[in-house]
Each structure stands twice: as C-alpha cells, then as structure tokens.
C-alpha cells in the first residue's frame, strides 16, 4: 500500500496528467502526429506513474517534465504541478518546475509575472529568503501582485528582524483587512525595545510615539512606555499609564498588576494598591479571580488581595474535588487561615509550572509573554490566563519538587 502522501501526490497527478493528455488531444497535435505519438505518451505517462509507485519521485518529474511540454495549453497544469510538491514540502521540486516555466522565452508578461510569484513562493517555503526578498520586491511593481508581495516581504522582514524594513513595506501596503494596523506599531515597538536595551530613552520614546499617532495604540506600547517613565523616575506617568492600560484591555490585568504593585512599592506607596484593586472590583466584581490568579502567581498580599484569594479558593470548580470549601468556610479564623496559607503555596507552585499565556487566533500556550504568536505569527494575540490552568497540569504529567 502508497503511504498516505504518496497516494495524494500520485492522485493529484493522475489528474493533471489526465487533463494534460486531454489538452494534447484537443488542441494540441494533429490527428496525424496523434497517431504518431499518441503511444509513446501514453508509454511515458505509464513510466512516470511507475516511478511513482516506486517511490522515485526525481525520475518521475524528470520524465513529466519532459512529456508535459511548457506551452499555452499545459502551463497551468505546471504551475499545479509546482503548487502541489510545493504543499508536499518538497521544495526543490516545485523549484526546478517553476525555473522550468521561467525558462521559456515566449512567456507573457502576465505569464511570466505568475511564474516569478510561484518561485518567490518556493523560496521562501525553502528558507531561502534573500533570493525570495529580491523576487517579491519585483513583484511589487505588479499591480496584481503587489499586496501579496509586500506582505511576504513583511513576514521576511520579520523573520531577519529587519525592522526598519518591515517598516518601509507595512506603510508602503494599503491592506484593506487592516491587519497593517496590528503589525506596523509592534516593528516600532521592536526598535523602542532595542533601543532601551542601548540606554537611548529618547529615541525610544519617538519611536512609541510614531507607532501610536499612526496606527491604534497596542497594550505593548503603553507598558513600553510606563517602563520608560520608570526609569526617568517618572513614576506618576507610569501609574497612568498602568491604569489606563486596565481601563482599555482588562483581560491583561493579570500581566499589569504585579508592575503597578512593584512600581508603588518603590516608591514607598505599597499601601495605594489596595485602593487600586478596590477600584478595579467596583468597576467589575469579576475581575477577583484574575486579582486571585496574579496574586498567587506574584505573591502579592494585602487584606482585599488575600480576600480575592480566599475567594478564588472556596469557589474554584476544579479545587471543589479537593478542598471542603463549605468547612472550610465555617471553620475558625487560624484553621482557615492556616488551610488558605498551605492552598495558595501549592496553587503559586501549580501556576508557575503551568503555561501562562494562550493565543487567542490558534491556541498556541507559552511561559512567557510573546508579542508575536511563534505559531501564526499574529502579533498581540496572546492572553494572560486568568486562573489556574489544571487541564494543561494534568497534561504535563505528575509535578515534582518547585522549579529552578
């Protein structure tokens, strides 16, 4: 029996061949030069089937490549060809059909446009991305290429970290989904980051600037600029910052409150931050869970933090099947503080161990915050978790000892 990709790609060519040798019968020869050569294509066809079969995928390319003549009737049967061993990840292959294509002189514009975009595909499906650089920005000048490439080119930029790059074509592209407007302001934000890494405060803070007065602020440049207020000592800018981060996208409270804690505790404000929190349960009595999950998480106390985490404790699902939350409930103050103390060391020990983020586009779970999605490459698409993430424990396996 064929393994699975094997039968795919041989049934994938049973059918370009088959409409390769309809196009030949109907336009392309005489009925003479069919009589003449119609057996030894079928011979030919019947060969490369048999290469197939045997796993000898160069030869059978090699002898289609042959029989399967690059003319106006078969070039998009090529281009089939190309696309499939491109899905296949058999790059080299769709590689050598595309520069098949190229090769021809008679091309149209149009023709030949379609060919070079092909190619530029291969190249970059095979990592050769300075070959695909140079083939997309050609496209570029191609009315019906032109979106396409620039957002190639972007995602070559990204991957060389070619910010600067990845700039020039995110303004040069008028992307009517908009997804421009997501990823233009993280290019900046990269600059910023790399430019406080050098100490250079000031050109960091106009590349925040640019990335917010052109496109719509992201959580990332305002969390970039609080840590920039920081460190000029600014910290009342920076708590602004904080709070309106909370006000616009509560679903990272998770990430923002063990930096607003730390930035009033080094400024000898600890105490306001129970204030903070009280503010953020008035405005929403749901965001307790979250208060809960960081503070175990951060070790963060306080009497309105530590009721949070009582809260969260006595009314988890998941710890019902564990802990007697109504005994618990009704026992005496020391034996519950004592039972909630021991409870939250091992949920800090749980939450530390279990993935912390999740992107929303694809699902993809990570330790740490990453502003790009390493799966599908969204930018700011991944979630603080708001509690603890059992169903990934359980996946994990048995927990032993704390981590390093």
Known sequence: MLPSNQAFLLAGLFLLIAAAGWLFGRFGESSREREENGGNL???????LNFLLNEQTDQALDLFLKVVRVDDDTLETHFALGSLFRR????DRAIRIHQNIIARPDLSTEQRDEAMNALARDYLRAGLLDRAEKMFETLTDKPVYRQEALLALCGIFEQEHEWEKAIEAGERLEDSRGS???RVPHYYC???????GRGEWQRARNLLRKARSRRRPTVRGALDRARIAREQGDARTALRLYRRTLEEHPDFLVEVLPRMADLLESTGRAGEL????EA?????????????YSAILHDL?????????EHYILTEPTLAAFVAGQELATAGSEPRREAIARIREGLALLARRSPRYRCKECGFSSMQLLWQCPSCKAWESQRPAEKVRFDSLLRQGEISGPPA
């Open 42 to 48: 079928s011979s030919d066809y019947l060969k490369g």
């Open 88 to 91: 296949r990840g058999e790059v």
């Open 180 to 182: 421009m407007s997501r």
């Open 190 to 196: 990269e600059l910023a980051e790399q430019a406080m």
């Open 274 to 277: 129970q204030q903070e929190i």
């Open 280 to 292: 953020l349960i008035r405005r929403n009595a749901d965001y307790r869970n979250a208060i809960a």
């Open 301 to 309: 106390r306080g009497p309105v933090i530590d009721d949070c985490v």
